[in-house]
């Protein structure tokens, strides 16, 4: 079983910086796929940043050459956010793919995160 759980979050001042993590616990074997999305009041929920199985790694117009995605090892992903402005408020929610160990087998997971809420104030 997998569980996706995001942190570090908060509230920060325009120009600030912040570091989500996306930590999966459980039989996780790998951690192939990181996606990175965004829903602020009243809007509809964005892809910010993805890094794919392959390592790539794409960005929203809104957040390029500010944010930065990275998957350091099988169980922990990032999302640096530097330079923050109030249109980047909203809640972050961690979407990750891949592999865990169940009854012996190799299975695919697919889950989402809670969210975590993110404020930057003018």
């Known amino acids: 079983q997998v569980e996706l759980a995001e942190s570090g979050g908060g509230l920060v001042q325009s120009g600030g910086s912040l570091r989500l993590s996306c930590a999966a616990s459980g039989t996780v074997v790998s951690l192939d796929a990181i996606d990175w999305y965004r829903q602020a009041p009243g809007k509809q929920r964005e892809l910010v940043a993805q890094i794919t199985s392959r390592g790539s790694m794409n960005y929203a117009d809104s957040v390029k050459g500010r944010f930065t995605i990275s998957r350091p090892n099988a169980r922990l992903g990032y999302l640096q956010m530097t330079n923050l402005k109030p249109a980047d408020t909203g809640t972050y929610i961690c979407?990750?793919?891949?592999?865990?160990?169940?009854?012996?087998?190799?299975?695919?997971?697919?889950?989402w995160g809670q969210g975590i809420q993110v404020t930057v104030s003018s």
């Open positions: 979407h990750a793919v891949g592999d865990y160990m169940e009854l012996g087998d190799v299975e695919e997971y697919d889950y």
